[in-house]
């Protein structure tokens, strides 16, 4: 079975930094997977991780530790555009299995 | 470039009535996925396909069905439409089984009373 564990909401300040953090136990992983999905919209591709560590795009960081079933995904320089729902998704056999999604808010 | 594209954007059904839900894509992806989104919920998959001729189940596949006759379309089927399948319905591809990132339609919002 998954089970992808995210928490529900944050709010921070624009300007700011938030992580959000993505627990995972599951029957099989290839990679994790984040994605961006604003209000009434498709959820659009962030970042990838396969091996651990952490992977820096631009304002965004995720990392990933295999052995604890544990990712994190940083979003830094907040600005209000980031005010979405971001989903952290587990790869296997072809497939994503996703966790509920954590909506951040970012306050000015 | 068009990328996935799902049609129609928005429905209303009466219960027990049926449905197809396109997805088309214009990637030559082999990979194609359809999930439903309940609100405060994260994607369920519903079923995927591998490639022209070839689909299987996904998480919450009961209700509904598919097709892939050709690589650009994955068509749903909703056969006797029912309250609970009230949801977002979006479709995905990808170009191969590995790890590389889906691309999302806008999904199709289905309400069924």
């Known amino acids: 079975g998954q089970n992808i564990d995210q928490p529900t909401e944050m709010t921070a300040t624009e300007g700011a930094i938030v992580q959000i953090n993505c627990t995972y136990q599951t029957s099989g992983f290839n990679g994790l997977f984040w994605y961006q999905q604003h209000a009434g919209e498709a959820p659009t591709f962030l970042s990838y991780?396969?091996?651990?560590g952490l992977e820096e795009k631009g304002r965004f960081s995720s990392f990933l530790s295999r052995s604890k079933g544990y990712s994190y995904l940083l979003l830094k320089e907040l600005q209000m555009k980031d005010s979405a729902s971001y989903l952290c998704?587990?790869?296997?056999?072809?497939?994503?299995?996703f966790g509920a999604g954590t909506t951040v808010t970012v306050r000015a | 470039n068009a990328g996935v594209t799902q049609t129609p954007k928005f429905r209303i059904l009466k219960i027990g009535q049926s449905m197809t839900l396109q997805c088309a894509q214009d990637?030559?992806?082999?990979?194609m996925y359809w999930y439903r989104q309940d609100p405060g919920m994260g994607l369920k998959l519903i079923y995927y396909?591998?490639?022209?001729?070839?689909?299987d189940k996904g998480e919450v596949p009961n209700g509904y069905n598919v097709s892939r006759s050709t690589t650009e379309d994955f068509p749903l089927r909703l056969e006797l439409a029912a309250p609970s399948q009230t949801s977002v319905y979006f479709c995905?591809?990808?170009?191969?089984?590995?790890?590389?990132?889906?691309?999302f339609g806008d999904g199709t919002r289905l309400s069924i009373l």
């Open positions: 990637m030559n992806h082999n990979y």
């Open positions: 991780n396969v091996l651990d």
């Open positions: 396909s591998v490639g022209a001729g070839i689909t």
């Open positions: 998704a587990v790869f296997n056999d072809y497939k994503l299995s």
């Open positions: 995905a591809s990808s170009p191969t089984g590995s790890n590389q990132p889906q691309h």
